[in-house]
């Protein structure tokens, strides 16, 4: 199953890039595999697939002993300040940065490591008091403060689009995350990168890739549906 579903998403976003004038060499999958057992990860890594994501520390710790040493993990989800000195000498990027306090915390935890962590700033950019992120306004302030920071490179931004069942509903905030992206970009601020942008999900990431996603993160069209209700493939509040 897993095989077939990665088949069918790598054409999807064939696809997509097609009808966007973009490379698929372009866009990074990242197979999120969240409440799945490692095994079902690996049949995954069988078919190609090395950049895997999860929503929590505790699950990265589980399943990277399990895995092979040459899996990219990625932290999608929230992250809680106590957590950083587990997870920083583990992850590839950590996707949801979305405080200048939780940005301390890493820099202080990558300091003693002596490690350079790259990060995205995670944005709200469908307002929705049930998610995390920073409001688009306060975007560029925030990353001028932890641009200062020397052992962490921002790399750019991520998103979680409201869900919907109409891909094209999300369009227009896709469309925003990319313009944001432009302008921190154009302002020329030391150590931020800004090119990674991160967003779409199951349902909505060839209308992410169409409006410039650079990141897809999967879990639901590759391994299958959630362990348990209401959850989204990258971090809510609860």
């Not at 996707?95 to 944005?123: F, G, Y």
């Not at 299958?224 to 609860?238: C, L």
Request: hydrophobic share 35%.
């Amino acid at each position: 199953m897993v095989h077939e579903n990665l088949v069918q998403v790598h054409e999807r976003i064939r696809k997509a890039c097609e009808n966007a004038g973009r490379s698929p060499d372009e866009v990074t999958l990242i197979a999120v595999g969240k409440t799945k057992p490692a095994e079902l990860l690996m049949e995954a890594y069988d078919a190609g697939e090395r950049a895997f994501g999860e929503n929590k520390v505790q699950e990265i710790l589980d399943k990277e002993c399990r895995m092979p040493s040459d899996v990219r993990w990625h932290m999608i989800g929230h992250l809680q300040r106590n957590k950083v000195r587990q997870v920083i000498d583990k992850v590839e990027l950590i996707h949801s940065v979305d405080s200048v306090r939780l940005s301390e915390t890493i820099e202080a935890e990558a300091a003693k490591k002596d490690l350079m962590v790259p990060i995205l700033i995670e944005v709200n950019i469908g307002g929705e008091e049930s998610k995390y992120g920073v409001s688009p306004d306060e975007v560029l302030s925030m990353i001028r403060e932890i641009s200062k920071m020397p052992h962490i490179r921002i790399r750019g931004l991520m998103t979680i689009a409201p869900f919907t069942e109409v891909p094209e509903e999300n369009r227009g905030l896709f469309s925003e995350m990319r313009k944001l992206r432009d302008r921190i970009r154009e302002s020329g601020i030391p150590n931020v990168e800004m090119d990674i942008l991160s967003m779409g999900m199951t349902n909505d990431y060839e209308t992410a890739i169409e409006e410039g996603s650079t990141m897809v993160r999967i879990g639901t069209g590759i391994f299958g549906s959630r362990e348990y209700a209401k959850s989204i493939e990258g971090g809510e509040k609860v």
